[in-house]
Protein backbone atom coordinates (compact mmCIF):
# COMPACT_ATOMS: atom_id res chain seq x y z
CA UNK A 1 0.00 0.00 0.00
CA UNK A 2 0.66 3.46 -0.56
CA UNK A 3 2.71 5.77 2.23
CA UNK A 4 -0.35 7.43 4.42
CA UNK A 5 0.11 10.97 4.80
CA UNK A 6 0.34 12.48 8.17
CA UNK A 7 -3.13 14.07 9.82
CA UNK A 8 -3.91 17.75 9.67
CA UNK A 9 -7.08 20.20 8.88
CA UNK A 10 -7.09 20.48 5.49
CA UNK A 11 -7.45 24.61 5.86
CA UNK A 12 -4.12 24.44 7.41
CA UNK A 13 -2.39 21.61 5.48
CA UNK A 14 -3.67 20.12 2.13
CA UNK A 15 -1.64 17.44 2.10
CA UNK A 16 -2.81 15.34 5.30
CA UNK A 17 -6.27 12.97 5.90
CA UNK A 18 -8.77 15.14 7.73
CA UNK A 19 -12.65 13.92 9.04
CA UNK A 20 -14.30 16.35 10.78
CA UNK A 21 -18.02 15.90 11.75
CA UNK A 22 -20.62 18.49 12.74
CA UNK A 23 -24.17 19.28 13.03
CA UNK A 24 -25.29 22.33 11.16
CA UNK A 25 -28.67 23.73 11.71
CA UNK A 26 -31.10 24.67 9.40
CA UNK A 27 -29.93 28.10 7.54
CA UNK A 28 -26.42 27.59 8.64
CA UNK A 29 -24.78 29.15 5.23
CA UNK A 30 -21.15 28.80 3.92
CA UNK A 31 -18.39 31.49 3.85
CA UNK A 32 -19.15 30.90 0.27
CA UNK A 33 -18.32 28.74 -3.06
CA UNK A 34 -14.80 27.23 -3.20
CA UNK A 35 -13.21 24.19 -4.74
CA UNK A 36 -9.73 22.40 -3.57
CA UNK A 37 -7.07 20.39 -4.66
CA UNK A 38 -8.25 17.49 -2.82
CA UNK A 39 -11.10 15.03 -2.55
CA UNK A 40 -14.28 15.30 -0.29
CA UNK A 41 -16.28 12.35 0.75
CA UNK A 42 -18.96 13.86 1.75
CA UNK A 43 -22.03 12.14 4.30
CA UNK A 44 -25.16 13.15 5.53
CA UNK A 45 -25.21 11.11 8.97
CA UNK A 46 -28.99 12.64 10.12
CA UNK A 47 -31.28 14.48 7.99
CA UNK A 48 -30.59 17.12 4.57
CA UNK A 49 -28.82 19.10 2.65
CA UNK A 50 -28.58 20.54 -0.45
CA UNK A 51 -25.30 20.44 -2.74
CA UNK A 52 -24.55 22.38 -5.79
CA UNK A 53 -21.75 20.82 -7.71
CA UNK A 54 -20.42 22.47 -11.25
CA UNK A 55 -23.75 22.64 -12.96
CA UNK A 56 -25.66 19.75 -11.25
CA UNK A 57 -27.78 20.19 -7.94
CA UNK A 58 -27.78 17.15 -5.55
CA UNK A 59 -30.19 16.54 -2.58
CA UNK A 60 -28.79 14.55 -0.29
CA UNK A 61 -30.24 12.39 2.72
CA UNK A 62 -29.83 10.38 5.66
CA UNK A 63 -27.08 7.50 4.40
CA UNK A 64 -25.78 9.68 1.10
CA UNK A 65 -22.20 9.90 0.45
CA UNK A 66 -20.80 12.48 -2.37
CA UNK A 67 -17.78 11.66 -3.37
CA UNK A 68 -16.28 15.41 -4.66
CA UNK A 69 -13.05 15.71 -7.04
CA UNK A 70 -10.29 18.28 -6.64
CA UNK A 71 -10.82 21.55 -8.27
CA UNK A 72 -14.52 20.94 -8.54
CA UNK A 73 -16.37 23.94 -7.43
CA UNK A 74 -19.06 23.09 -4.85
CA UNK A 75 -21.25 24.86 -2.23
CA UNK A 76 -23.90 23.00 0.01
CA UNK A 77 -27.22 24.95 1.44
CA UNK A 78 -29.04 23.69 4.51
CA UNK A 79 -32.40 23.87 4.24
CA UNK A 80 -34.42 21.30 5.13
CA UNK A 81 -33.74 21.42 8.86
CA UNK A 82 -30.63 20.50 11.67
CA UNK A 83 -28.27 17.83 9.44
CA UNK A 84 -25.48 15.52 11.23
CA UNK A 85 -22.95 15.59 8.28
CA UNK A 86 -18.87 14.16 8.26
CA UNK A 87 -16.45 14.85 6.00
CA UNK A 88 -13.22 13.06 5.13
CA UNK A 89 -10.29 14.74 3.09
CA UNK A 90 -7.53 13.10 1.02
CA UNK A 91 -5.02 12.96 -1.53
CA UNK A 92 -5.35 10.66 -4.57
CA UNK A 93 -2.39 8.64 -3.03
CA UNK A 94 -4.11 8.27 0.08
CA UNK A 95 -5.85 5.31 -1.34
CA UNK A 96 -3.69 2.12 -1.22
CA UNK A 97 -3.72 0.28 -4.95
CA UNK A 98 -5.28 -2.91 -3.48
CA UNK A 99 -8.05 -0.81 -2.26
CA UNK A 100 -8.25 1.39 -6.06
CA UNK A 101 -8.63 -1.87 -7.59
CA UNK A 102 -11.48 -2.91 -5.57
CA UNK A 103 -13.97 -0.11 -6.42
CA UNK A 104 -16.58 0.02 -8.85
CA UNK A 105 -15.47 1.00 -11.64
CA UNK A 106 -11.72 0.90 -10.17
CA UNK A 107 -10.69 3.12 -13.49
CA UNK A 108 -12.84 6.14 -13.90
CA UNK A 109 -14.01 6.09 -9.73
CA UNK A 110 -11.94 9.06 -8.77
CA UNK A 111 -13.04 10.85 -12.09
CA UNK A 112 -15.96 12.76 -11.37
CA UNK A 113 -18.45 13.65 -8.45
CA UNK A 114 -20.25 10.53 -7.67
CA UNK A 115 -23.28 9.58 -5.05
CA UNK A 116 -23.60 6.39 -3.13
CA UNK A 117 -26.40 4.85 -0.75
CA UNK A 118 -25.74 3.32 2.75
CA UNK A 119 -27.88 0.63 3.44
CA UNK A 120 -29.50 1.64 6.54
CA UNK A 121 -27.97 -2.27 8.31
CA UNK A 122 -24.85 -0.61 7.89
CA UNK A 123 -25.44 3.18 8.95
CA UNK A 124 -24.20 2.27 12.31
CA UNK A 125 -21.04 0.44 10.93
CA UNK A 126 -19.85 3.60 8.63
CA UNK A 127 -20.99 6.23 11.78
CA UNK A 128 -18.39 4.46 14.07
CA UNK A 129 -16.00 4.19 11.56
CA UNK A 130 -16.31 8.38 10.28
CA UNK A 131 -16.17 8.41 14.43
CA UNK A 132 -12.95 7.10 14.81
CA UNK A 133 -11.01 8.74 12.47
CA UNK A 134 -12.20 11.76 13.73
CA UNK A 135 -10.85 10.90 17.44
CA UNK A 136 -7.82 9.51 15.51
CA UNK A 137 -7.06 13.17 14.47
CA UNK A 138 -7.57 14.88 17.81
CA UNK A 139 -5.27 11.93 19.55
CA UNK A 140 -2.55 13.37 16.30
CA UNK A 141 0.56 10.87 17.87
CA UNK A 142 2.92 8.90 15.52
CA UNK A 143 0.09 6.63 15.45
CA UNK A 144 -2.24 8.83 13.71
CA UNK A 145 -1.06 9.10 10.24
CA UNK A 146 -1.09 4.81 9.53
CA UNK A 147 -4.18 4.51 11.64
CA UNK A 148 -6.05 7.57 9.21
CA UNK A 149 -4.44 5.83 6.38
CA UNK A 150 -5.98 2.13 7.20
CA UNK A 151 -9.52 3.32 8.55
CA UNK A 152 -9.70 5.27 4.71
CA UNK A 153 -9.31 1.67 3.18
CA UNK A 154 -11.71 0.56 5.72
CA UNK A 155 -14.43 2.99 4.73
CA UNK A 156 -14.16 2.91 1.01
CA UNK A 157 -13.87 -0.91 0.53
CA UNK A 158 -17.08 -1.10 2.91
CA UNK A 159 -18.40 1.45 0.65
CA UNK A 160 -17.55 -0.67 -2.27
CA UNK A 161 -19.17 -3.79 -0.41
CA UNK A 162 -22.25 -2.56 0.52
CA UNK A 163 -23.15 0.54 -1.17
CA UNK A 164 -25.81 1.42 -3.46
CA UNK A 165 -23.89 3.83 -6.16
CA UNK A 166 -26.12 6.02 -8.52
CA UNK A 167 -24.97 6.58 -11.87
CA UNK A 168 -27.29 9.30 -13.33
CA UNK A 169 -28.57 12.45 -11.06
CA UNK A 170 -31.38 12.62 -8.45
CA UNK A 171 -34.49 13.11 -9.94
CA UNK A 172 -35.48 15.12 -6.68
CA UNK A 173 -33.96 18.51 -7.52
CA UNK A 174 -36.31 21.11 -6.48
CA UNK A 175 -38.38 22.37 -9.58
CA UNK A 176 -38.16 26.09 -8.52
CA UNK A 177 -34.12 25.71 -8.68
CA UNK A 178 -34.60 23.88 -12.19
CA UNK A 179 -33.12 27.48 -13.81
CA UNK A 180 -30.11 28.01 -11.45
CA UNK A 181 -29.17 24.68 -12.87
CA UNK A 182 -29.93 25.37 -16.53
CA UNK A 183 -27.71 28.70 -15.95
CA UNK A 184 -24.73 26.67 -14.52
CA UNK A 185 -24.59 24.33 -17.19
CA UNK A 186 -24.78 26.97 -19.71
CA UNK A 187 -21.88 28.62 -17.64
CA UNK A 188 -20.06 25.29 -17.83
CA UNK A 189 -20.82 24.31 -21.59
CA UNK A 190 -19.57 28.09 -22.69
CA UNK A 191 -16.77 29.58 -20.48
CA UNK A 192 -14.33 29.55 -23.07
CA UNK A 193 -16.75 31.82 -25.19
CA UNK A 194 -17.28 35.55 -24.38
CA UNK A 195 -20.22 35.18 -22.49
CA UNK A 196 -22.19 37.81 -20.30
CA UNK A 197 -24.69 37.31 -17.18
CA UNK A 198 -27.65 37.99 -20.41
CA UNK A 199 -26.47 34.98 -22.40
CA UNK A 200 -26.87 33.15 -19.20
CA UNK A 201 -30.14 34.51 -18.13
CA UNK A 202 -31.49 33.75 -21.32
CA UNK A 203 -30.34 29.95 -21.17
CA UNK A 204 -31.97 30.15 -17.64
CA UNK A 205 -35.39 31.89 -19.22
CA UNK A 206 -35.05 34.17 -16.97
CA UNK A 207 -34.39 38.13 -16.45
CA UNK A 208 -30.98 39.18 -15.94
CA UNK A 209 -31.64 40.66 -12.32
CA UNK A 210 -34.01 37.97 -11.53
CA UNK A 211 -31.62 35.21 -12.43
CA UNK A 212 -28.51 37.31 -10.62
CA UNK A 213 -30.83 37.27 -6.99
CA UNK A 214 -31.80 33.86 -7.57
CA UNK A 215 -28.65 32.30 -8.42
CA UNK A 216 -27.03 33.86 -5.31
CA UNK A 217 -29.33 32.47 -3.01
CA UNK A 218 -29.78 29.03 -4.58
CA UNK A 219 -26.04 28.49 -5.20
CA UNK A 220 -24.16 31.12 -2.82
CA UNK A 221 -22.54 32.65 -5.49
CA UNK A 222 -23.02 35.02 -7.96
CA UNK A 223 -23.30 34.37 -11.64
CA UNK A 224 -20.42 36.56 -12.50
CA UNK A 225 -18.54 34.83 -10.15
CA UNK A 226 -19.30 31.74 -10.89
CA UNK A 227 -18.12 32.18 -14.62
CA UNK A 228 -15.08 33.16 -13.16
CA UNK A 229 -14.37 29.89 -10.94
CA UNK A 230 -15.01 27.80 -13.44
CA UNK A 231 -12.71 29.45 -16.01
CA UNK A 232 -9.99 29.45 -13.22
CA UNK A 233 -10.50 25.87 -12.50
CA UNK A 234 -10.35 24.49 -15.78
CA UNK A 235 -6.81 27.21 -16.42
CA UNK A 236 -5.52 25.44 -13.17
CA UNK A 237 -6.16 21.77 -14.84
CA UNK A 238 -4.57 23.37 -18.27
CA UNK A 239 -1.53 24.56 -16.24
CA UNK A 240 -0.73 21.03 -15.18
CA UNK A 241 -1.43 18.87 -17.47
CA UNK A 242 -0.28 20.86 -20.92
CA UNK A 243 2.97 22.80 -21.38
CA UNK A 244 1.52 25.63 -23.29
CA UNK A 245 2.02 28.84 -22.25
CA UNK A 246 0.29 30.73 -19.79
CA UNK A 247 -1.81 33.68 -22.16
CA UNK A 248 -2.51 30.66 -24.51
CA UNK A 249 -4.21 28.87 -21.53
CA UNK A 250 -5.67 31.72 -20.44
CA UNK A 251 -7.29 32.99 -23.46
CA UNK A 252 -8.32 29.19 -23.90
CA UNK A 253 -10.24 29.20 -20.80
CA UNK A 254 -12.15 32.33 -21.77
CA UNK A 255 -9.86 35.29 -20.37
CA UNK A 256 -9.74 38.16 -22.83
CA UNK A 257 -6.78 39.79 -20.46
CA UNK A 258 -3.41 37.45 -19.53
CA UNK A 259 -2.69 39.97 -16.89
CA UNK A 260 -6.67 40.23 -15.46
CA UNK A 261 -6.12 35.98 -15.34
CA UNK A 262 -3.13 36.00 -13.70
CA UNK A 263 -4.66 38.63 -11.45
CA UNK A 264 -7.67 36.50 -10.26
CA UNK A 265 -6.02 33.89 -10.66
CA UNK A 266 -3.29 34.71 -7.37
CA UNK A 267 -6.32 35.06 -5.99
CA UNK A 268 -7.83 32.80 -5.38
CA UNK A 269 -4.91 29.75 -5.36
CA UNK A 270 -2.70 32.40 -3.37
CA UNK A 271 -0.20 31.94 -5.99
CA UNK A 272 1.03 32.83 -9.75
CA UNK A 273 -0.48 30.50 -12.50
CA UNK A 274 3.68 30.15 -13.20
CA UNK A 275 4.05 29.22 -9.48
CA UNK A 276 1.42 26.84 -9.31
CA UNK A 277 2.40 24.97 -12.40
CA UNK A 278 5.90 24.66 -10.57
CA UNK A 279 4.66 23.50 -7.79
CA UNK A 280 2.46 20.44 -9.27
Given amino acids: MNKPASPRKPERDIDRIHAENRLR ?15 ELFYVER ?39 SAVFFRRRDVGGE ?69 ETPADIHTTDRSVVRAARYVSE ?3 QPIRTADVAAAA ?32 LELVSTADSITDIALRCGFSDSNYFKDVFKKRYGVTPRAYRKAR
Avoid: W
Fill in 25 to 39: EAGYLMSGHHCHPYF
Fill in 47 to 85: GACRFLVEDTMYDLHDGDFLLIPPQVLHYTRYLFGSCRR
Fill in 99 to 167: TEALLPRADAFFSKARIFQAPDAYRGQIADLLKRMVTEIRVDDERSPLMLFLLLQELLLLCARVCHFLQ
Fill in 190 to 192: HYA
Fill in 205 to 236: GLSQNYLTRKFREAAGIGVREYLVFTRLRHAA
